[in-house]
């Protein structure tokens, strides 16, 4: 749409990237079951070649989450982890990334165990610690890699404050949005080079597909970066793009839904005589509060708490609520609990993740859009459950 500047967050949720199909009328984006396209003549064609390079549904897709973002760019990819792994792929051998120390346990395993081989070096530091980023810095570091809120201890990094000291030491930021979603944060209105999403999560919303997107606005930078989709083929299929743009159709009446019940979770737990901690930057005691109401809409839908007990017992809990599914992922319309120091963050070690705060007896959820009064209630069952 050529006025997608102009309109509002749902109605380009809703439209952007989207237009009734020519030849039938259809309102919703055909899924073009295809591997390649006729050609006129060689090397004539009407702007498509072969389905890795370019094809219709994902372009709709890339641009409606384009719009999203606020990005002139989008690319979208197989997995959120392809898409995380082509923006380290325009790195070279001997390059430097320094990184918030509280991240997906994915994310760490693939700068560690994959990348590290080929020469690059990553340093781990407390991201809502600016000095302490600073510090990281060196000559060769050419990224910034931050996730805010974290994943899990939902820290809060001033985006801003951090984008220019990436800028002023010459590297990139690049800014996992994937808990906030563009429906509450825009990393890149604050600064940011590249936004990185697992589209898995809050923009697919259903549990029902698994993708990843990069957004960006530097034209040469999106070259290099559509280079990497179209050479190494890590790219989703026509009907993951086509769940995906349904999925973004409710993304902000959703987004409001998780951020109301979440705050009314996590204001339950805070009172619980069984709860230590309740990590949620909704929370006013929460350290990153003021700087998440400057750079967010909402607080978003994950809560991380620590029982009081010891590790068997924050299991127990875990694998006692019945609304609550125990099992990997987030951002979808369900609620889903989970163990980070045996699930989503099991490959971190655990000396690194205790050194993030992110202790034995963690648990992490992802609120759904269920009634809040039977999530707290569910909560409250499988926490006396567990004593």
């Known amino acids: 749409m050529s006025d997608d500047k102009e309109l509002g967050f749902a109605t380009k949720a809703i439209h952007a990237g989207q237009r009734p199909d020519p030849a039938t009328g259809a309102v919703m984006t055909p899924v073009y079951f ?128 951090a984008c220019q000291l990436a800028h002023r030491h010459g590297a990139l930021a690049a800014v996992d949005n994937t808990f906030a979603s563009p429906a509450l944060q825009r990393p890149l209105a604050l600064g940011a080079d590249l936004v990185v999403h697992s589209t898995t999560k809050y923009l697919g919303g259903h549990s029902d597909v698994v993708g990843g997107c990069v957004l960006a606005n530097d034209e040469g930078l999106y070259e290099r970066l559509k280079f990497l989709q179209n050479a190494v083929g890590a790219v989703p299929g026509p009907m993951d793009c086509f769940l995906l743009l349904r999925g973004t159709k409710t993304l902000p009446v959703r987004m409001e839904r998780h951020c109301q019940n979440a705050l009314a979770v996590a204001k339950h737990l805070l009172a619980h005589p069984e709860v230590e901690r309740v990590h949620y930057p909704g929370l006013a005691h929460h350290p990153g509060h003021e ?30 609520t019945k609304l609550f599914c125990l099992a990997e992922s987030l951002g979808g319309v369900e609620s889903l609990i989970g163990h980070p120091a045996t699930m989503t963050h099991g490959s971190i070690p655990r000396e690194q993740r205790l050194k993030s705060g992110l202790v034995d007896g963690l648990i992490r959820l992802s609120v759904g859009l269920e009634d809040a009064a039977d999530l707290v209630a569910d909560l409250d069952a499988a926490i006396a459950a567990s004593l």
Request: glycine residues 10%; contains cysteine.
């Open 34 to 161: 295809t591997s390649t396209y006729v050609q006129q003549a060689p090397g004539v064609h009407k702007g498509y070649d072969y389905a890795r390079t370019v094809h219709p549904t994902r372009s709709a897709l890339e641009a409606n989450l384009a719009a999203l973002e606020g990005a002139r760019r989008g690319l979208c990819f197989s997995s959120g982890m392809a898409a995380i792994a082509t923006v380290v792929q325009t790195l070279r051998s001997g390059d430097h990334v320094v990184c918030c120390e509280d991240l997906y346990g994915g994310t760490y395993r693939l700068f560690t165990q994959v990348f590290q081989r080929f020469g690059l070096s990553f340093s781990f530091v407390d991201a809502a610690d600016l000095s302490a980023v600073e510090k990281a810095f060196s000559a060769q570091t050419k990224l910034l890699w931050i996730e805010t809120p974290s994943n899990p201890m939902l820290r809060i990094t001033d985006l801003r404050g």
């Open 291 to 320: 700087t998440a109401k400057a750079q967010m809409s909402g607080f978003g839908g994950m809560i991380s708490f620590e029982l009081k007990g010891d590790l068997s017992r924050a299991k127990r809990m875990a694998s006692g």
